[in-house]
């Protein structure tokens, strides 16, 4: 595992110099067919990932974002690949705040085993693997082990949640929250806040696809956190997000989370119902 991440944390930061020199240049933006923009960056980084990926392992496939329909048609059938957001945040991207990230995801039979989560701007990558730990390496330095902070009742939670995609589902959800303060941050850096004790929890509702979470689900349960479903009617917590297990890849209603959280949110004292104390 240790030999195969540090391939994979090399292919991600190469695809970080494919994506940085057109930040650094001109961003064209196009609209796929969902409306959802796309830049020469996205189909840079897709490109060399996919083929860096594929000589590395030749006998486990790609899912990545930019994929065509054709190249993941059998998708179902596969008990292990890579998958793939070339590039998480192109909002962000295109706003050039620094908030977007590659991320790389080993699946093997629906769970992420290995993700790796590289942010060129902030220099920085976050990768893990199961059962060898949740690290964060700055360019230059020494890798850190990061564990997240267990939350204590009489603290206030520390929410993120997306900068560019918000919906009325995310709102009402936070008026279920005890005493909290809100921040809003691109991409999958999100999980990172949370993976390195930062943040304690991360509610979304709706609007991601798989290859937004699938590293950083691993690197969050390294960190000794988790990424469950959430029933949004009950504000019950359920199974841990499942990977190529439906027809869709877009991903049900979740919750990140860190250690300890997930059973505090069962507890009924900690949903106070509509509150208007947020910081
Ligand atoms: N309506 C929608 N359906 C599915 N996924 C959506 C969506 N709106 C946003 N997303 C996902 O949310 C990601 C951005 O996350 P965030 O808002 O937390 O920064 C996008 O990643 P990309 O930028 O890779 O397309 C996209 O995959
Ligand atoms: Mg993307």
């Known amino acids: ?34 409306s959802s923009p796309l830049t020469q960056a996205d189909l840079a980084a897709h490109r060399l990932i996919v083929e860096r990926l594929s000589s590395l392992a030749p006998s486990w496939p790609t899912l990545s974002e930019e994929s065509d329909a054709d190249e993941i048609r059998n998708r179902l059938s596969w008990s292990i690949f890579w998958l793939i957001d070339p590039l998480d945040g192109t909002k962000e991207f295109i706003n050039r705040n620094g908030e977007f990230t590659v991320n790389i995801a080993l699946v093997h039979e629906g769970k992420p085993i290995l993700g790796v989560i590289a942010a060129p701007v902030l220099n920085t990558m976050w990768y893990g693997a199961k059962d060898n730990g949740a690290w964060r390496q700055r360019a230059g330095e020494a890798a850190e082990p990061i564990a997240t902070t267990a939350w204590k009742p009489d603290q206030v939670l520390r929410v993120v949640g997306s900068r560019s995609h918000g919906s009325d589902e995310f709102e009402r959800l936070l008026k279920a929250l005890p005493p909290y303060h809100l921040q809003g941050v691109g991409s999958s850096l999100k999980f990172c806040r949370i993976a390195e004790g930062a943040a304690d929890c991360y509610p979304r509702p709706g609007s991601t696809c798989e290859w937004d979470t699938g590293a950083a689900h691993i690197i969050l349960e390294e960190a000794g956190g988790a990424v469950l479903q959430l029933n949004t009617r009950t504000l019950q917590v359920e199974e841990a997000l499942q990977y190529n297990q439906r027809q869709s890849l877009i991903n049900p209603d979740f919750i990140a989370l860190g250690a300890g959280l997930a059973e505090q949110w069962n507890l009924p004292t900690f949903l106070k119902g509509a509150n208007d104390e947020s910081t």
Do not use: F, H, P, R
């Not at 595992?1 to 190469?14: G, P, R, Y």
């Open 1 to 34: 595992m240790t030999e195969l991440l540090e391939s994979v944390k090399n292919i991600a930061w190469d695809a970080c110099g494919a994506i940085m020199s057109i930040y650094q240049d001109s961003i064209e933006v196009t609209a796929k067919s969902d």
